[in-house]
Nanobody, 124 residues
Framework: QVQLVESGGGLVQAGDSLRLSCTASGRTFSSYAMAWFRQAPGKEREFVAAINWNGRIYYADSVKGRFGSSRDNAKNTVYLQMNSLKPEDTAVYYC??????????????????WGQGTQVTVSS
């Protein structure tokens, strides 16, 4: 059974940086794409970034140039480096994956494994 555990959230000020981690277990981590989503209060869950099994990365326009994603297959961990944070980045951030090696799209319904989420709060 695939399990995902996020960590690294917290309360920061606008302009600060934060790095989220997601550690996976239950299957061969290096063979699958990983993704990050976020959900703000009263809003739908939205795609943030994804990284293929081969390291190719995709970003939502809202975070392009500020956020970066990477993976360490030896540690079964994917990271989301968030720079120049804004109050509108405040949300619960989720790690997700599917049974695909490659990024298949930004719709949350395409991902069948989810972490419990970690709260990121950016104060102005």
């Amino acid at each position: 059974q695939v399990q995902l555990v996020e960590s690294g959230g917290g309360l920061v000020q606008a302009g600060d940086s934060l790095r989220l981690s997601c550690t996976a277990s239950g299957r061969t981590f290096s063979s699958y794409a990983m993704a990050w989503f976020r959900q703000a209060p009263g809003k739908e869950r939205e795609f943030v970034a994804a990284i293929n099994w081969n390291g190719r990365i995709y970003y939502a326009d809202s975070v392009k140039g500020r956020f970066g994603s990477s993976r360490d297959n030896a540690k079964n961990t994917v990271y989301l480096q968030m720079n120049s944070l804004k109050p509108e980045d405040t949300a619960v951030y989720y790690c997700a994956t599917s049974d695909s090696r490659d990024y298949r799209g930004s719709a949350s319904r395409l991902y069948n494994y989810w972490g419990q989420g970690t709260q990121v709060t950016v104060s102005s």
